[in-house]
């Protein structure tokens, strides 16, 4: 079982950063694949970015490309979403996921765990 806990969120104005962070629990996290998702009212919950398990991989959202960065500590059982240039359509409710397999890292189905997600709002 692993559990995951985002923080970081915030309202920010269009054009400023934030740092997502996910921390885990449980000894296993390094062997872990991470997603970053997001939600926004009335939408579908849509990719992020990624970092598999050794960091090696980290693909984006084409609408994130160039913005944002995903990054993991295993030794902090963390993960970390660097976001910066935000748009007012950045605005959203941010989840982390840990999936087992590498296999369509960029979509939800084969996510294993859920954080309870961290709000981002972005201001014009």
């Known amino acids: 079982q692993v559990q995951l806990v985002e923080s970081g969120g915030g309202l920010v104005q269009a054009g400023g950063s934030l740092r997502l962070s996910c921390t885990a629990s449980?000894?296993?996290?390094?062997?872990?694949?991470m997603g970053w998702f997001r939600q926004a009212p009335g939408k579908e919950r849509e990719f992020v970015a990624a970092?598999?398990?050794?960091?090696?991989?980290?693909p984006y959202a084409d609408s994130v490309k160039g913005r944002f960065t995903a990054s993991r500590d295993n030794a902090k059982n963390t993960v970390y979403l660097q976001m910066n240039s935000l748009k007012p359509e950045d605005t959203a409710v941010y989840y982390c996921?840990?999936?087992?397999?590498?296999?369509?890292?960029?979509?939800?189905?084969?996510?294993?765990?859920w954080g309870q997600g961290t709000q981002v709002t972005v201001s014009s």
């Open positions: 996921a840990a999936s087992r397999t590498v296999a369509a890292i960029t979509t939800t189905l084969y996510y294993d765990y």
């Open positions: 449980g000894r296993t996290f390094s062997s872990y694949n």
């Open positions: 970092i598999t398990w050794s960091g090696v991989s980290t």
